[in-house]
């Protein structure tokens, strides 16, 4: 068995021994993306395992162990890893959990802090917890962000974002029952293929890879002749991909008929890291931090030309707007310094996705949520002014908030948006 | 072909009926008592028999929330509500522009010109017609009364707008104080109508033709008048106001549907038993009967006052919706009690108990007395009781009494949990429960009785469920829509009953205590208060703990018998209890005044009692009862309130280059000094906005977007909208992720609100763009000293275009103004160093009354610190403390925000030092405090230290904090006599 080893804070950390023997468990967020993910890391010689659990006990085990008036996505996903620690399935002295860590102004870079408290608490103070971060936070000797898995897990990333964004607007339409979903199966398990043998990750393949699969999407037989009321969803950006965090939104949306559309993840990363950028301009900073930035920024973009100018080619598909556009789009609206959580971010999904078409948007977030005070609720107001088209429902999710409420304020979003489609 | 559209409400179901010419022909108004199916059923039969006749194919939808699940089921048309209300109000009154809609537990403004928009509540601002119920039940009266209340208002109290909660815990101090009813009553629908507006308008105003609907709206017309009076127009409540929704879904029906058929597939509705659940609280009678005969050991022995010649002692409990009293013999017997629920003015109940006493034995010698309870000093005055102590160590001392080796107190009472930890035989850590869940007992009352039950047949039907729900650990208004939606899925009566009981004990034990197992606790548990009488909630707190507790007989009546217990262990000479003759010619009589000794513009209640006693009731500091100056009060609170009032002052400069204007509002309550010497130095003319008060933060109340931010960052519309009605062009708020360095964390960040709500201003302030103000909210980094007077300069270039400024200038003036921050800091270290010195002179406790900058805003801390400082305590700030940490400390949270950092370092110098003790102010709604209170927690109690929270709002009642405060003060004391 690993031995036990503290750094000088008496953080205990992930060995290189217990990254031969451990398993690391990782919460669910967006299922496409993770399972992809997960193969990178097996790839990397690590033993990852996806938590793929769902029901109240997540919650409950949440609350129990977490300060309730922490943020919901705090409370689901460390409830979802003590729940898998306490549940046997596991021999705890072999498992390791891992939990990202943004490194920004927002609650959020405490999570790990929480879920340590929690396994102390719990009796599991024994169990270590690896960060997952770009910020050079929490080193692991056992644990190391590489720059080929960086590249990897990018891609992972991009190809789950496209895989999503195509399933998202087939499905709805597609004749077959069925048909989309297993070409979203099909691929995904071609990604994990050409992952675990080191292969998959160069633009090149990434290149040949995206615009293939963009084609078979294509060729999946739709009827669009009537049109679905269109939804965009964005948020904090748990609640928004995570089923768990918000009551099987898209399930509900589909349910009523409805296209949804969720804005890439990758847009997300191309934001933290222009982040830094930002800071660098509106505050001074390094040089050499500079150039780092630009190069992975650089390279990000050079993914998302990937996607866009594959899908772009084919008219039945709306093309995802890219990361400099959006950040176009909110220019006099909200300041490029706002940047914890989705910051200005969030402001910009939506106003992309009201100018491609979803106009009826959820914007969601956990209840309390303090960097949505501005760039989600704070900024709705404003969107609706410069574009009045724009039908935005704000929805706060929390162990006590109640679907029959939350589904009753996005179908009064939903009549409307209804409405305004007849009026077209 | 026959509309009908049908309205299911969180209440009431509505029904209309309408002719081919869209003429209505039946209505129907009628509460449900969450039996949607059932009742569905009947009226729809109804509608079948009566009304139809043999047209049975019929357009048909239905509306409301609470009809949703039912709907789908069902297959029956559904019409969203408010989309319906939309529709009715188009066709019946088209030259509406704005409708205001309040119903059972929802409230609703649409918004019908200019834009369409629709607002209702969200998740937290709770119910407003449930709501004003129950405030008319805490006053005693029904819903027809409290309107006739209303109309003989005098004044308007101040009652918190947020939720039903809070609300309740500002009315009951007011009631105890002796405010009068008909203000109470007019006070409670302008906090309905602040707590809409504030809500829902969201930077829309209200303007133009008015429409009011649903029942409190209709119902009430002082309601319709506290509209009308704040939005400054006048509304109209059509004909139909009940039945706009209904009217409007029968509009929009357009399916035909055969009605029997219909009716066919709302029976076969099948309750899917589909709802989350717990194991039952009894399987079977045996185990019910083992632990009635268990608890039925923690016994006092209850005689007659006939047989009895010795000397008594009186303890009163004054709580919050109930009053106790006990008459307690000299061996520790009861010989006389009594609980009453508490109408809102204790003192008459007590005079008529203890009228009652003395009839019964007019010799009676009282030897001695004592009053705990929210009521506590009114009693006191009225009745010259000798003592008056705090809730929390009469209870301790019952508990005693029960189990002498008690390391865990928890009373549940009708609205507060109390709980505390006993250790070395010293009160040592409070857990009190925060504004925001203190549903406890009254909400399973108020529960009971809107699902038509009494209390104790509800909670029995809950000990045989065999599905109890889990409701999970929220407060009230939640539990309210959870309830609905078991409901909805098919949970019993009995289901919801134990699961209410289950929620009680969750939101005690998570939410307020916050424990992980029972071992934190402790082995030997007293659990008291009148719910906890409630076997079912008794119940359920062992189950919950897996522990077998003590549940004293007098479970009622702990508070009131540990004061009489009190009273016996302290020794009076002369106990000088309202005798049988003063009580024939009792006198009380109570008037109503403003404080204006200071800022926080106190409301006192003024209570004269016969032989002209005075008692005045309302008050934070001792000024206004002893007209004592309190300048020699060692409080840094007020010291940097002073040294505020001379930066808040215009600049005196000519101000050649204009005039700037800066809110008074969270982190400028730091770092204003630096702005306001920075843009003197410059040339301009500085202009700021004043402290808080309750009228400047109504000046921007209808601006804010998102109704549950912090109400530090809520006050910012105010001071904005203040300066632009001061004349003020231009408006200085910059956004600064960065706060200061001061190389104490992992980062120095600020918190994300603070950071960026000069952007939420920006996009929700609409005065700004009608007055054509120049809002400068540039993103500004003052950490990077090097840097930021060449990234200030470009700011200036960019924002005054037609003047010149040079480098030099502007690094002369950042270095004035780093200076000027610097000197503000010092000035703080060295007053609180002198206030350090001067308490230890007098022996004197130090508080260190901990929060962030801006909770020195006097509509912030509602002055709790003079509060505090009354107790002749000692009162600095944490930024003080943390100075005389040199090193970094090792925490178990990310470092990363400057003001947290404080925090930690203040917690731990405290815990290392004998006289002072820490005290933290948590705003409510403050996300990062979620984090840094349990460290806090942490750090105090590893040093052996009791920590203290106090959780600020809105609110504006002291009660709950003055608990703690002397709680922690009592606990201080017997500490101190312990070590001798």
């Known amino acids: 068995m690993a031995r036990l080893v503290y750094d000088k804070d008496g953080r205990l950390l992930f060995t290189k021994e217990m990254r031969k023997e451990y398993t690391m468990i990782f919460p669910m967020m967006a299922p496409i993306h993770f399972r992809i993910l997960k193969e990178v890391f097996n790839n990397m010689g690590y033993h990852a395992e996806l938590l793929e659990t769902t029901g109240p006990e997540i919650a409950q085990t949440g609350l129990k162990y977490v300060h309730n008036d922490t ?112 070409l979203v199966e099909k691929w995904s398990a071609y990604f994990v293929e050409r992952l675990s043998k080191s292969k998959g990750y160069s633009l090149k393949e990434m290149k040949r890879n995206i615009f293939k699969l963009t084609d078979e999407f294509a060729l999946i037989k739709c009827d669009r002749s009537k049109p679905k009321l ?34 890439m993840m990758l847009g997300f990363i191309l934001f933290k890291i222009d982040n830094r950028l930002e800071d660098i301009r509106l505050y001074g900073g390094s040089k050499l931090k500079k150039i780092v930035c630009t190069l992975l920024l650089d390279y990000c973009t050079k993914t998302e030309d990937i996607i866009v100018s594959s899908i772009s080619r084919y008219d039945c598909f709306n093309t995802p707007g890219k990361y400099a556009h959006l950040k176009s789009l909110v220019k006099d609206v909200i300041g490029y310094g706002d940047k914890m959580g989705e910051g200005w971010l969030l402001t910009a999904e939506m106003m992309e996705l009201v100018e491609s078409g979803y106009e009826n948007i959820v914007c969601t977030q956990p ?58 | 072909m026959k509309r009908i559209g049908l309205d299911i409400g969180s209440t009431t179901i509505k029904c209309v009926v309408l002719n081919e010419e869209d003429q209505i022909i039946y209505s129907s108004y009628e509460r449900h008592l969450s039996k949607i199916a059932e009742k569905i059923e009947e009226l729809l039969s109804r509608l079948e028999k009566e009304v139809l006749h043999e047209e049975l194919d019929v357009k048909i939808a239905l509306s409301g929330s609470a009809g949703m699940g039912i709907a789908e089921a069902s297959d029956f048309p559904f019409v969203q509500e408010v989309y319906a209300t939309r529709i009715a109000a188009k066709k019946l009154q088209p030259d509406t522009n704005v409708i205001i809609e309040l119903g059972g537990e929802d409230a609703k403004i649409l918004f019908l010109t200019d834009g369409v928009e629709v607002r209702m509540n969200g998740t937290c601002a709770g119910g407003t017609g449930a709501f004003i119920d129950q405030m008319a039940s805490l006053l005693n009266v029904d819903i027809t009364e409290i309107n006739a209340l209303a109309e003989q208002k ?78 400054k127009t006048k509304g109209i409540c059509p004909e139909n106001s009940l039945y706009y929704v209904s009217l409007g879904t029968a509009y929009s029906a357009d399916q035909v549907i055969h009605l029997p058929t219909l009716l066919e597939r709302v029976k076969n509705y099948s309750h899917l038993g589909n709802f989350a659940f717990q194991p039952p609280l009894f399987h079977n009678q045996e185990e019910y009967d083992e632990f009635i005969t268990r608890h039925n050991k923690a016994q006092v022995a209850i005689l007659s006052m006939d047989d009895y010649q010795g000397g008594y002692y009186l303890g009163i409990d004054a709580g919050s919706t109930t009053i106790k009293l006990v008459l307690m013999d000299e061996e520790g017997n009861i010989r006389y009690q009594a609980y009453m629920s508490n109408a809102g ?33 009114i009693i006191k005055n009225a009745f010259r009781i000798n003592f008056g102590i705090v809730e929390t160590i009469a209870h301790f001392v019952a508990a005693k009494k029960f189990m002498p080796n008690v390391d865990f107190v928890i009373d549940i009472g009708g609205q507060d949990i109390k709980c505390f930890k006993i250790h070395n035989g010293a009160i040592d850590n409070i857990f009190l429960n925060e504004a925001c869940s203190s549903g406890c007992g009254s909400f399973l009352q108020t529960f009971a009785s809107a699902l038509g039950y009494d209390i104790a047949t509800f909670s029995k039907l809950g000990l045989f469920a065999k599905k109890p729900v889990d409701l999970g650990s929220r407060c009230t208004v939640f539990m309210n829509s959870a309830v609905k939606q078991a409901q909805k899925d098919g949970a019993t009566i009995e289901d919801i009953s134990a699961g209410l009981s289950r929620a009680v004990v969750k939101n005690a034990l998570y939410k307020v205590i916050r424990v992980g197992t029972s071992d934190e606790l402790g082995k030997n548990i007293v659990v008291q208060g009148g719910t906890f009488l409630n076997n079912a909630v008794l119940r359920a707190f062992e189950l919950e703990l897996g522990v077998h507790v003590v549940r004293p007989s007098i479970s009622g009546l702990m508070g009131a018998y540990g004061a009489a217990l009190y009273a016996r262990t302290m020794r009076v000479k002369d106990s000088e209890i309202v005798s049988k003759e003063e009580l024939e010619n009792f006198v009380h009589e109570i008037q109503v005044m403003n404080c204006k000794i200071c800022p926080n513009n106190c409301r006192l209640t003024i209570n004269k009692f016969a032989n002209g006693r005075v008692f005045i009731g309302g008050n934070r500091c001792e000024k206004p009862v002893t007209k004592k100056s309190v300048a020699n009060q060692l409080n840094l609170y007020e010291y940097k309130q002073k040294l505020f009032e001379e930066y808040i002052k215009p600049s005196q400069n000519e101000g050649k280059r204009g005039t700037i204007g800066i809110p008074l509002g969270l982190n400028q309550y730091e770092l204003l000094p630096f702005w306001k010497t920075l843009f003197e130095a410059l040339d301009f003319k500085v202009v700021v906005s004043p402290f ?112 010149d400024f040079t480098l030099k200038e502007v690094k002369n003036a950042c270095k004035k103004a780093y200076q000027a921050y610097e000197d503000y800091e010092n000035k703080i270290v060295l007053k609180g160093d002198e206030i350090i010195a001067n308490a230890r002179k007098n022996h004197q406790q130090i508080i260190v009354l901990s929060g962030r900058p801006y909770h020195l805003d006097p509509e912030i801390n509602h002055g709790i610190d003079k509060m505090i400082s009354s107790f002749n305590v000692a009162i600095i700030t944490e930024d003080v403390v943390a100075r005389k940490v040199k090193q970094k400390i090792l925490v178990h949270v990310l470092n990363q925000w400057t003001y947290h950092s404080r925090l930690y370092l203040a917690a731990s110098y405290v815990g290392k030092t004998d006289d002072m003790n820490l005290v933290q102010l948590v705003s409510f709604g403050c996300g990062v405090d979620a984090i840094t209170t349990d460290e806090v927690r942490d750090i105090l109690e590893k040093n052996g230290k009791i920590y203290t929270q106090i959780k600020i709002d809105e609110i504006t009642n002291l009660g709950a904090v003055k608990i703690r405060i002397r709680s922690l003060l009592s606990a201080l004391e017997e500490k101190e006599k312990k070590h001798g």
Not at chain 1, 389 to 400: K, Q, R, S
Not at chain 1, 414 to 421: D, K
Not at chain 2, 218 to 224: C, G, P
Not at chain 2, 782 to 798: A, G, V
Request: positive net charge; hydrophobic residues 40%; contains cysteine.
């Open chain 2, 692 to 803: 808080s008060t309750r009228s400047l933060y109504l000046e921007g109340q209808s601006t804010i977007p998102s109704d549950t931010v912090c109400f530090p960052a809520k006050l910012l519309h105010g001071h904005v909208v203040h300066l632009v009605h001061q004349g003020v062009q231009t408006i200085f708020y910059p956004c600064m992720s960065y706060n200061v360095d001061e190389r104490k964390g992992d980062n120095h960040y600020n918190c994300p609100v603070v950071a960026y709500y000069p952007e939420v201003i920006n996009a929700n302030v609409k005065i700004l763009e009608r007055e054509h103000i120049h809002f400068i909210k540039e993103y500004v980094g003052i950490h990077r000293k090097k840097d930021f007077p060449h990234k200030f300069l470009n700011i200036l270039k960019e924002h005054f275009k037609d003047q």
């Open chain 1, 71 to 182: 943020c919901y996505p705090a409370i689901l996903a460390i409830g979802q890893l003590i729940h898998a620690v306490q549940s046997g399935k596991y021999d705890t002295h072999k498992i390791a959990l891992m939990i990202t860590q943004t490194g920004g102004g927002c609650r959020a870079s405490n999570y790990i802090h929480l879920l340590r408290k929690a396994l102390a608490r719990a009796g599991l103070g024994y169990v270590p917890v690896v960060s997952l971060n770009l910020s050079g936070m929490e080193k692991n000797p056992g644990f190391k962000l590489t720059l080929s898995f960086i590249r990897r897990a990018i891609a992972g990333l991009i190809y789950g974002d496209t895989l999503m964004l195509l399933k998202n607007q087939c499905e709805p339409y597609e004749i077959n029952k069925g048909e989309t979903n297993a």
């Open chain 1, 230 to 263: 269109k939804v965009g969803v964005v948020g904090e950006i748990y609640v928004k991909y995570s089923s768990l965090g918000n009551n099987s939104l898209e399930d509900f949306l589909k349910d009523q008929d409805c296209e949804v559309n969720l804005p």
């Open chain 1, 367 to 424: 209840f309390g949520c303090l960097p949505n005070h501005i760039g989600g609720k704070g900024m709705i107001r404003r969107i609706v002014e410069l574009m009045p088209n724009a039908n935005i429902v704000a929805v706060d999710y929390d162990a006590g908030a109640v679907k029959v409420n939350q589904e009753n304020r996005i179908k009064l979003m939903l009549s409307i948006g209804r409405e305004n489609m007849l009026k077209k």
């Open chain 2, 345 to 377: 003015n204790p003192v008459p109940l007590i005079k008529k108990e203890l009228e009652k006493i003395y009839t019964l034995k007019p010799d009676i010698k009282i030897l001695s007395s004592a009053v705990t309870g929210y009521g506590e000093d």
């Open chain 2, 154 to 231: 005098e004044k308007i109290y101040t009652i918190a707008s947020r939720c039903g909660v809070f609300a309740k815990s500002d009315i009951q101090p007011l009631l105890n104080q002796g405010a009068r009813k008909e203000d109470v009553a007019a006070s409670i629908f302008y906090a309905v109508v602040n707590q809409t507006i504030a809500g829902l308008a969201q930077g829309r105003e209200i303007s133009g033709n008015v429409l009011y609907l649903g029942g409190p709206l209709t119902f009430l017309s002082e309601l319709r008048k506290a509209f009308d009076d704040v939005l």
